[in-house]
């Protein structure tokens, strides 16, 4: 059976406007003038030299690559992850407002995810067994001296559009000594060569807020031409090592037995938390172990680990 390599992100929330003992003024003043510094933009974006367009609406902003690393990494205090491709954040709030939500962009070329699987899916059952999973995966976060983590279950069950390809769903999660759960909303939009991902981080509170634009959320973002989902070329093009199932549990970056890191950004309890994909060995080896070895890497955005 073809082994998976298990590989964690395990990020500590660090916001300092979290932390009691870094309520001083002049840390707050520091903050809001590292923050006045960031160059928002509106209206159409190019991301990845014209892989994707965002459309931005009006209400919404958009932070670059290296401003949002300022805002991931310096304002809300998380260590450094691998690159993203920008981030949207509602044009209302500061980007220092624990009310607030905003949606990190990553990208992944593992090749074409094949939407077979799309009316099979059982995922009152692929629930459970995520759950079994995150729960095995806490018993090593809390080894590691980091809070326990917990999968509620579905804020939104997993849903996806055959028309326009994109899928996207929400988790309820629950962090220990957290006040509040976690909202994750994922939007997932499939290309010729890979997956745009969309990830919205919010206080579970904003769940009727965020329900409420996600239409606009996933309409904003598709890619270019030549690169669409109808764009597939069967005789040339990679076909990803796995379906919307293994999509959906955390498996996007499963290639040649290793999982890549993806950037989550989430906010509990005022609190700003980066977790990557919760990697679920046993239930990988389920899916992944019976099929052919997927071919050999190659050169991706996103830093193997």
């Known amino acids: 059976m073809k082994k998976y390599a298990l590989l964690l992100l395990f990020l500590l929330p660090r916001l300092c406007l979290a932390d009691e003992t870094n309520k001083s003024p002049k840390h707050l003043e520091t903050l809001e003038t590292l923050a006045s510094t960031l160059k928002y933009q509106k209206g159409n974006i190019s991301l990845r030299n014209g892989l994707a367009t965002v459309n931005l609406p009006e209400g919404f902003r958009y932070l670059s690559p290296d401003d949002t690393d300022i805002v991931l990494h310096q304002l809300w205090g998380n260590p450094q992850g691998p690159k993203t491709l920008g981030m949207i ?76 390809h994109k899928m996207y769903w929400a988790k309820e999660i629950r962090f220990d000594q957290s006040p509040e759960n976690t909202l994750n909303y994922n939007i997932r939009v499939l290309g010729r060569g890979g997956v745009l991902v969309l990830n919205v981080v919010a206080p579970m509170a904003s769940l009727p807020d965020i329900e409420k634009q996600v239409p606009e959320l996933v309409g904003m973002a598709d890619f270019n031409a030549g690169q669409r989902y109808t764009d597939f070329n069967k005789s040339s093009d990679r076909v990803a090592a796995y379906g919307l199932a293994a999509l959906v549990a955390g498996g996007i970056a499963a290639k040649a037995g290793f999982f890549k890191v993806l950037l989550v950004g989430l906010l509990a309890a005022k609190k700003f938390i980066v977790i990557g994909c919760i990697a679920l060995v046993g239930f990988f080896k389920k899916l992944f172990g019976r099929k052919s070895p997927p071919p050999p890497p190659t050169p991706t955005t996103m830093d193997p680990v």
């Open 89 to 164: 954040v509602s044009a209302g709030e500061s980007v220092l407002s624990s009310s607030g939500w905003a949606v990190v962009i990553t990208y992944t070329d593992d090749g074409y995810v094949k939407d077979s699987d799309a009316e099979k899916i059982d995922y009152t059952k692929l629930l459970k067994e995520m759950q079994d999973a995150t729960r095995e995966a806490s018993k090593a976060r809390e080894k590691r001296g980091y809070p326990s983590i917990d999968l509620v279950g579905w804020a939104k069950p997993p849903h996806y559009d055959q028309a326009t």
